[in-house]
């Protein structure tokens, strides 16, 4: 199936972003992991948040309590709420999902991939 990642743009440091990944074709969307990657110019790609068919929820260190990712899987939909965003978190964000949902989703191997939304944070 597609994941289609939307809602990138240009912020200004301190702004609010809500990025969106909908999901097309999936039987059983609900069993799914699904995870947000960035990758920022330079650097490696890091996963930033995800969510597992269970509804829970890891963030890296350096976004928790600013970042809140949630679904809604009647819409085939996960969210990543961006607040309070920083410089540092300028980067093409990513979406993936696998349907191992049950594992602790930093650590799954996410099989499908949405193309990337850019998020650059600057004034």
């Known amino acids: 199936f597609q994941l289609q990642a939307s809602g990138g743009g240009l912020v200004q440091p301190g702004g609010s972003l809500r990025l969106s990944c909908v999901a097309d074709?999936?039987?059983?969307?609900?069993?799914?992991?699904i995870a947000w990657y960035r990758q920022a110019p330079g650097k490696e790609r890091e996963v930033v948040s995800c969510?597992?068919?269970?509804?829970?929820?890891h963030y890296i260190d350096s976004v928790k309590g600013r970042f809140t990712i949630s679904r809604v899987n009647a819409r085939n939909t996960v969210y990543l709420q961006m607040n309070s965003l920083k410089t540092d978190d300028t980067a093409v964000y990513y979406c993936?999902?696998?349907?191992?949902?049950?594992?602790?989703?930093?650590?799954?191997?996410?099989?499908?991939w949405g193309q990337g939304t850019l998020v650059t944070v600057s004034s």
């Open positions: 993936a999902a696998d349907r191992a949902g049950g594992s602790y989703c930093p650590f799954i191997l996410y099989e499908h």
């Open positions: 074709g999936p039987q059983h969307y609900d069993y799914y992991a």
């Open positions: 969510i597992n068919n269970a509804d829970a929820t």
